[in-house]
């Protein structure tokens, strides 16, 4: 158990140096860092000056070495496009795009899962084929055309919300919050089902197929002869079963729910990190793209480390295997 | 469908050739494919759409109304006509004009070329590349192994469309700003291919470690032949049946692709537009209530997607035994 998890970080760890490799070449190699900092007058000699001063003559593995320990400090340097700190830039975009992710995925669990079960238990039901038909189709839509279609209809047809932005946030020192108002929630509803709405499929799938096969096994069969009410047996046995590959996808597409936001947050104009990544992928600013890069590749790794260690404290049959190898 | 090709051929063919297409055929008829195909009504509509699409945008020059990249042609108050079931519609447009006056069905069938050309080169070059790492891991083992999959591995945890769209953004920073249309293209191709690969390299590399234990690969290696040979010509026809599913899965997955860059404004330029681009640029004219501008090029987008992605799931389960 310890050597796994010990394996498990020794590959993050790896990941994320890998990560920062590529990072820091975006940085070093694409662009010259001095070509910001110089004006045409500057001299040959002043131009000498500012690398060396800047540290670009010294080998490239001391570089390496110490944007590593200034991205442990967000220390990404200042923006091409707007010369501020890149760390102030994302901390403040970073709370619209954490609650946007964080509301989508709430929508998508609360919706996948009872759908996934009903269909599980129900296959042949109108209601379930239904379930089945509008999943295919959100697995095949593009993000961003479900966010265009839904602003057609809620916003352009019936005016019932608004299209873009985030309105009625309040301000709490570090963190700005659009979960205490209407107006911020109502600005929320359709980013967040756009962005959900294909995590919400996958999860209902995902339900489905598990309900199915658990469904059956001999010990639900075994419940059922022992005369237990439907309810028990389909909540109480089946469902808990079904969970854990639930939490799994779950975990592993908050991910790509992050990922996602840079799409979602284009079409609705959503002031969040993806959207400044995107800008400073048009105007290539390197040293927010090596950021964004870095924070998003933390926020995986971590992720998947999380789950994976969840996993192997939900199943004991994992931990066995992790022993064996 | 797959006889089409070797019906026409086979005019000019002997008699033997004949009689021997169509015992080709007769087997293809008698197969669990051909059957499974014909059982299924859904897929024979998909791949009807599918076969319908991809033939017109083929033939875009030839069917296309009117030609929406000719400026000459162009005229100011053809501009925002509504689709041809309106009142202010006419037939000339037959899905409406934007506001310069390009006919919303012509560029939609140029756009939906693009589309499936970016799509395809993309899926050819990400299996290339898949193939050949898949081949190579899987034969050789040790430590171009371990290599090649550890990669694959940390490539596995960022979903495709970031990576695509850091590629992307990476190669535009080194090309610089002066880029033609030409360099864009290749640029998206690549960042497709390189974003995709690592599902045909594992798919490969699997197959291939059992196929170089078998007699076949020992008895080339006796008769002296290079490893280049053996994997290229010997292994590769044994493993790349399961490709064909990831490929043609991998062909929507390509198209989303394009289309999300383009739309993102980081794929391809107005001048030159995909579906994704057409999007992008209707997207503007929504809220004037010229929405045909940019719902017909979703729906076609949406469409075209979604009959291959039916494909691609009969396929699975069609080559897949276990499901017989």
């Known amino acids: ?325 | 469908m797959q006889i089409t090709p070797e019906d026409a051929m086979s005019a000019t063919l002997s008699t033997r050739e004949v009689q021997r297409s169509r015992s080709v055929m007769a087997s293809f008829l008698d197969s669990d494919i051909w059957y499974s195909f014909t059982r299924s009504w859904i897929t024979m509509l998909a791949a009807l759409i599918t076969l319908v699409l991809i033939v017109s945008a083929i033939f875009a020059h030839q069917i296309a109304p009117n030609d929406p990249f000719n400026l000459e042609s162009l005229n100011l108050l053809d501009g925002s006509k509504p689709p041809f079931w309106s009142a202010d519609g006419e037939w000339r447009f037959p899905l409406g004009t934007d506001q310069q006056g390009r006919c919303v069905l012509s560029s939609i069938l140029f756009g939906m070329r693009i589309s499936l050309i970016v799509g395809f080169l993309g899926v050819l070059l990400a299996a290339s590349i898949g193939i050949t790492l898949g081949l190579i891991a899987g034969y050789l083992g040790g430590t171009v192994d371990s290599v090649i999959m550890r990669i694959a591995d940390v490539q596995l945890t960022f979903p495709a469309i970031l990576i695509a769209l850091l590629i992307d953004g990476t190669m535009r920073a080194l090309v610089g700003t002066a880029r033609s249309e030409v360099l864009v293209f290749w640029v998206l191709v690549v960042s497709i291919g390189l974003s995709f690969w690592v599902q045909y390299a594992r798919t490969v590399r699997g197959s291939t470690m059992v196929e170089r234990n078998k007699e076949y690969v020992q008895a080339a290696r006796l008769i002296g032949l290079g490893n280049i040979t053996i994997l290229f010509r010997h292994v590769l026809p044994n493993v790349v049946g399961p490709v064909l599913v990831i490929a043609t899965i991998n062909m929507a997955l390509a198209i989303i692709t394009e289309a999300t860059l383009s739309f993102l404004g980081v794929g391809l330029p107005p001048t030159e537009p995909s579906l994704g681009t057409l999007i992008r640029l209707g997207n503007e004219f929504l809220f004037s209530g010229e929405w045909w501008v940019v719902i017909f090029p979703g729906l076609t987008l949406a469409i075209l997607v979604l009959a291959i992605n039916l494909l691609g799931d009969w396929l699975r389960d069609a080559l897949n035994p276990k499901l017989r």
């Open chain 1, 1 to 325: 158990m310890f050597a796994f998890i010990l394996r498990r970080i020794g590959q993050a760890i790896l990941v994320l140096l890998t990560v920062a490799l590529i990072s820091f070449s975006l940085f070093r190699f694409v662009g010259d860092p001095t070509q910001q900092m110089v004006s045409q007058d500057t001299t040959l000699e002043e131009r000498l000056q500012i690398r060396k001063n800047l540290g670009l003559d010294d080998p490239v593995i001391v570089q390496f070495g110490r944007f590593v320990g200034k991205a442990l400090r967000f220390d990404f340097g200042l923006s091409y496009q707007t010369r501020q700190p890149v760390a102030t830039l994302i901390g403040d975009r970073f709370p619209a795009t954490i609650e946007l992710a964080f509301a989508s995925a709430l929508f998508a669990l609360f919706a996948g899962i009872p759908m996934g079960v009903y269909a599980g238990l129900k296959p042949q039901s109108l209601l379930a084929r239904l379930f089945q038909t509008v999943s295919l189709i959100g697995i095949s839509l593009p993000t961003f055309l479900i966010g265009i279609l839904l602003i057609f209809v809620f916003s352009v047809s019936f005016g019932l919300l608004p299209s873009f932005g985030r309105q009625g946030t309040v301000n709490l020192g570090y963190w700005t919050t659009g979960f205490l108002t209407i107006e911020g929630w109502r600005s929320l509803v359709l980013p967040a089902v756009t962005l959900g709405l294909f995590q919400m499929t996958l999860i209902m799938r995902l339900v489905r197929s598990e309900m199915m096969e658990v469904l059956r096994t001999d010990y639900i069969k075994f419940a059922k002869a022992r005369g237990l009410k439907p309810r028990a047996v389909n909540y109480g046995h089946a469902l808990k079963n079904t969970l854990i590959p639930v939490i799994t996808i779950t975990g592993l597409q908050l991910g790509s729910i992050i990922a996602f936001a840079i799409i979602t947050e284009t079409v609705f104009q959503w002031p969040g990190m993806g959207l400044m990544f995107l800008q400073a992928v048009q105007t290539v600013d390197i040293p927010i793209m090596s950021a964004y890069l870095l924070l998003v590749a933390s926020l995986f790794v971590l992720i998947n480390l999380i789950v994976d260690l969840l996993y192997v404290a939900v199943d004991p049959r994992i931990r066995i295997s992790g022993r064996a190898a």
